[in-house]
T-cell receptor, first 116, second 111 residues
Framework: DAGVIQSPRHEVTEMGQEVTLRCKPI?????LFWYRQTMMRGLELLIY????????DSGMPEDRFSAKMPNASFSTLKIQPSEPRDSAVYFC??????????????FGPGTRLTVL | TQLLEQSPQFLSIQEGENLTVYCNSS?????LQWYRQEPGEGPVLLVT?????EVKKLKRLTFQFGDARKDSSLHITAAQTGDTGLYLC???????????FGTGTRLQVTL
């Protein structure tokens, strides 16, 4: 069974451009998470969805960031306009969403974003 | 202020040595997880501990949850080069599915 799929794996863009990151969660999983990882701040939760509904977006840094989950098998994280400080590795993760407090989150390979 | 502080931040040891990584907080958690992340990949769950004082073993890795459920440790016996990676503790906070990660311990095991 395929794990979490993310695309692209690498993205290099110029400041001001729009960036869209994509994620396909594991089939049957009810929860989807977007994280950002940097050396300075570590791994931070940006937003998570349960049954395609955003539950907690308190980690989204500012209005330039938006996330959608139009169906159970697809989610996007969009940055518009992008800035150099957005450079990071962005991870998508999914979990069965069955047992709160002990659920396993399965991470994708990440998208390394560089904003010049 | 980081909710979960890990120590040490970096650790470089030779193969065959033992090591312990710590995860500390002032908060009480219902459960705590440990993940390992290898370069270029996402974190992978190693273990979940739920009960205060619980000890779990995974081959050469021993995980302990503090009695007060505020801290945890990971002990590796006879480290191997394959143990190299970033070790992250994580706890569920706020809403049931929200996972907060620790600051991380980067382990390098050399021959």
């Amino acid at each position: 069974d395929a794990g979490v799929i993310q695309s692209p794996r690498h993205e290099v863009t110029e400041m001001g451009q729009e960036v869209t990151l994509r994620c396909k969660p594991i089939s049957g999983h009810n929860s989807l998470f977007w994280y950002r990882q940097t050396m300075m701040r570590g791994l931070e939760l940006l937003i998570y969805f349960n049954n395609n509904v955003p539950i907690d977006d308190s980690g989204m840094p500012e209005d330039r960031f938006s996330a959608k989950m139009p169906n159970a098998s697809f989610s996007t994280l969009k940055i518009q306009p992008s800035e150099p400080r957005d450079s990071a590795v962005y991870f998508c993760a999914s979990s069965p969403g069955i047992s709160s407090g002990t659920d396993t989150q399965y991470f994708g390979p990440g998208t390394r974003l560089t904003v010049l | 202020t980081q909710l979960l502080e890990q120590s040490p931040q970096f650790l470089s040891i030779q193969e065959g040595e033992n090591l312990t990584v710590y995860c500390n907080s002032s908060s009480v958690f219902s459960s705590l997880q440990w993940y390992r992340q290898e370069p270029g990949e996402g974190p992978v769950l190693l273990v979940t501990v739920v009960t205060g004082g619980e000890v779990k073993k995974l081959k050469r890795l021993t995980f302990q949850f503090g009695d007060a459920r505020k801290d945890s440790s990971l002990h590796i016996t006879a480290a191997q080069t394959g143990d190299t990676g970033l070790y992250l503790c994580a706890a569920f906070t706020g809403t049931a599915s929200k996972l907060t990660f620790g600051t991380g311990t980067r382990l390098q095991v050399t021959l």
